[in-house]
């Protein structure tokens, strides 16, 4: 079983849509990140949370330690948000990161 | 600043060969981590430098060997190649570990044959 499960693997929206990534965790973790990968492969990382909501433009991250479940929303959802989302949390001993195998979010002009 | 520098970025290797990766952090970070990208596996983390210590390793075979130099570059080795470690090596690099605050580099594309 994977540490990191995330949902979908695979995304088409149409623009303006809102979108929802989930993401469920196995490992008790004191942070959880969402990263973003576009085409080519470069990595930002957009969110780090530990407790409840977090916004950054149309952006907005959301967790749960009880339910160890974090989703990412995308509001009004535009043709460069296309790429890679990934979440990952750190192992119970901090000394490494886990990740999930990312949704591939594809938005239709 | 110059962000994370990688090179090379695409190299085709033979099985059995070794290869040398190299990353350039930025400028005053002094922790460099490694992680491998493949379409199976994902994202996996590798191992993890800091003032030319590894400092945390993740599940990876022996094979797979790094070093820091004292200016923070930081290169990382993979043994007797096999198909499988085919996939881009990203490397990223921050002042602490904390993967939020890394940058990440455009990574190298390993293509073993």
């Known amino acids: 079983k994977n540490e990191v499960e995330q949902s979908p693997q695979n995304l088409t929206a149409q623009e303006g849509e809102f979108i929802t990534i989930n993401c469920s965790y196995s490992?008790?973790?004191?942070?959880l990140h969402w990263l973003q990968q576009h085409p080519g492969g470069g990595i930002v990382s957009l969110f780090m949370?530990?407790?409840g909501k977090k916004k950054h433009g149309r952006l907005i991250a959301t967790i749960n330690i009880q339910e160890k479940h974090s989703s990412l929303h995308i509001t009004a959802s535009h043709p460069r948000d296309s790429a890679v989302y990934i979440c990952?949390?750190?192992?119970?001993?901090?000394?490494?990161?886990?990740f999930g195998t990312g949704t591939s979010l594809t938005v239709i002009p | 600043k110059a962000g994370v520098t990688q090179t090379p970025r695409y190299l085709i290797k033979t099985r059995g060969q070794q290869v040398t990766l190299s990353c350039s952090p930025i400028?005053?970070?002094?922790?460099v981590s490694w992680y491998q990208q493949t379409p199976g596996q994902g994202l996996q983390f590798l191992f993890e430098?800091?003032?030319?210590?590894?400092?945390n390793k993740g599940n990876f075979p022996g094979r797979f060997s790094g070093r820091q130099f004292s200016n923070s570059r930081s290169e990382m080795n993979v043994s007797t190649l096999e198909l499988g470690d085919s996939a881009l090596y990203l490397c990223?690099?921050?002042?602490?570990?904390?993967?939020?605050?890394?940058?990440f580099g455009p990574g190298t594309r390993l293509t073993v044959t």
């Open positions: 990223a690099s921050s002042l602490e570990w904390k993967l939020y605050e890394q940058y």
């Open positions: 400028s005053g970070h002094r922790s």
């Open positions: 490992v008790g973790i004191s942070a």
């Open positions: 430098y800091f003032s030319e210590t590894q400092r």
């Open positions: 949370l530990s407790s």
């Open positions: 990952a949390v750190p192992s119970n001993t901090g000394n490494q990161f886990y």
